[in-house]
């Protein structure tokens, strides 16, 4: 069943943050990822929901993947990276 990575990142840094990012798509192809949603325009259309300032949904084959990702290597090398440069919520959702 598929499983979608869902992120909410607010950037303090944004030149150290495309470090980040050439590093997470990296570990994200290597572990059969997908981007499906990669900082677009967000708008609320129903209810109280804050917009996030970016946000992010990677697919991924399965949860297991999902979490094989998060913790590999390649993505705690990315997270280093991303240390000073932004905050992020994360979760990972199976699909239907």
Same mark, same amino acid.
């Given at each position: ?5 869902? !992120? %909410?990142?607010?950037?303090? +840094?944004?030149?150290?943050? *495309? ?10 192809? /290597? ?10 325009? !967000? %708008?609320?259309?129903?209810? +109280?929901?804050?917009?996030? *300032? ?10 297991? /993947? ?31």
């Amino acid at each position: 069943m598929a499983a979608y990575l869902v !992120v %909410e990142a607010k950037v303090q +840094d944004a030149q150290a943050y *495309e470090i980040y990012k050439k590093l997470a798509q990296t570990a994200i192809a /290597a572990y059969g990822g997908r981007y499906l949603v990669r900082g677009g325009p !967000v %708008e609320t259309i129903e209810g +109280d929901w804050t917009p996030p *300032e970016r946000l992010v949904i990677v697919e991924f084959d399965s949860v297991e /993947a999902a979490k094989q990702f998060y913790d590999s290597p390649e993505y705690r090398a990315a997270r280093l990276a991303r240390e000073n440069a932004a905050s992020m919520n994360m979760l990972v959702v199976g699909g239907v």
